[in-house]
């Protein structure tokens, strides 16, 4: 009895709602309640027959959970912890102890590499030491996301983990016990280089809250090397935070140019988003690599740079996310992400493509100026050889993670950059003369 007296408090609580907070559409709720009832009863069957008990706030989450999914592909349920995680991954930074892991065994989690200058870099943790004790909790008992959650924690709180090494020469393994403080960590999601005839490249992993800051490091870096053309490589770039693609974005684009606008069903989403007065780097030659994995943010970038005439666009069209979601905060800090206006280059371009056409693969997105087909496991590896790089306390070195791959898409704006800076010194009224 107790069990369907939560159901039907449940469904009180909601025709309440409906009526409360919404009586512009009271007309509608006798459909609503009517709906209700149907979820009520189902709730009330399952609690009474299904082979298993089942608890009413569980089955409830699942309702919430298919409710937002069946909007559309980025609408989504979201549960208190993963609420917090998201919190801490759009920030840009989180307390943890700096190691990239791999999990991709149950109950198995190695050490990728220790990130530079991290408490896991200063005890000398290794590339390839499996974590096996957290806080003298095994890690075989643990799931992969309760394992790296465990090492995470507040800024200055200490954590234990032994370790596990293998000895490459003789084959004999080890244990290691170090006791971590926690520090906050920044993940690199810039990586920088220069490249044959003065031109710089920067990859952008995605779009955080330390993207534009890393940016400007790496574009002064390159500067003092003496860079004369810009390659900026967004393939891959899943997007992020609006605010982060839209200031990228304005440090090439200024006179007060529209970088991005939204729309949505109300018109508190019509919004857009201009540059500033001046650009910081209005005038270097560019060239900007995008594929299928850039998304959201990427798109954005790449839409006003295009648009604008800012910079030519190399690689394969991108992904086509091109919509605006929102996270509401509900009241027992579990949240609900929903999709609320979708977004249009300067030009009025929309971004999102419609994923449930039978050609979505050719609608939306971003159409690069020089479309350079390539096969995206071999762009991965090929992209991917800049950004993971193996950190080894006991080598003192950075290495590779993977032997470098051809790139024919970055050799593409590697030339086209060639070309026009050997175009831009030819004296062609002077060759006519001659002639």
Do not use: C, W
């Amino acid at each position: 009895m107790k069990k369907k007296i939560n159901v039907y408090v449940i469904f009180m609580i909601a025709a309440f709602f409906m009526g409360t907070m919404f009586p512009f559409a009271y007309s509608g709720v006798d459909t609503g309640l009517d709906q209700l009832k149907i979820l009520v009863d189902v709730m009330g069957k399952i609690q009474d027959n299904f082979v298993e008990e089942k608890d009413a706030k569980d089955l409830v989450t699942g309702a919430l959970y298919g409710m937002a999914s069946q909007l559309d592909e980025f609408s989504e349920y979201i549960s208190v912890d993963d609420m917090k995680a998201m919190r801490e991954e759009t920030k840009g930074e989180f307390g943890g102890v700096g190691m990239r892991l791999n999990s991709s065994k149950p109950g198995e989690l190695i050490v990728v590499t220790p990130l530079p200058d991290s408490p896991a870099y200063k005890a000398g943790v290794e590339p390839k030491d499996k974590v096996i004790k957290i806080d003298g909790r095994p890690v075989s008992e643990m799931k992969s996301d309760e394992a790296v959650a465990a090492l995470r924690g507040e800024v200055g709180t200490k954590v234990k983990v032994e370790l596990e090494r293998k000895d490459e020469k003789t084959g004999k393994t080890s244990t290691k016990k170090v006791t971590l403080k926690r520090t906050k960590i920044i993940p690199e999601v810039v990586f920088s280089k220069m490249m044959e005839g003065d031109i710089g490249y920067i990859y952008v992993t995605d779009f955080s809250g330390h993207t534009v800051e890393g940016f400007e490091k790496a574009m002064q870096t390159l500067q003092d090397k003496g860079m004369k053309a810009l390659i900026v490589d967004l393939r891959f770039n899943p997007g992020g935070l609006l605010d982060s693609a839209v200031n990228l974005s304005k440090l090439f684009i200024g006179d007060n140019k529209l970088i991005v606008y939204t729309k949505g069903r109300k018109e508190e989403f019509f919004k857009e988003y201009k540059s500033n007065p001046k650009a910081k780097y209005a005038d270097i030659p560019m060239a900007l690599l995008v594929n299928e994995g850039s998304a959201s943010g990427s798109e954005i970038v790449a839409g006003a740079l295009q648009d604008h005439k800012r910079a030519v666009l190399i690689g394969s069209r991108t992904f086509g996310k091109g919509s605006v979601q929102q996270v509401i905060s509900l009241p027992d800090t579990s949240g609900l992400r929903i999709t609320v206006a979708k977004y249009y280059t300067p030009l009025g371009r929309m971004i999102h493509k419609n994923f449930k056409a039978k050609n979505a693969d050719e609608t939306g997105g971003i159409v690069p100026d020089i479309v350079v087909p390539f096969e995206p496991a071999k762009a991965r590896a090929a992209t991917f050889y800049t950004t993971n790089l193996i950190y080894s306390p006991s080598k003192k070195t950075a290495e590779p993670e993977q032997a470098k791959a051809e790139d024919p898409v970055l050799q593409r704006a590697v030339e086209l950059l060639k070309a026009r800076e050997v175009l831009g010194n030819l004296n062609v009224k002077e060759d006519a003369k001659a002639q």
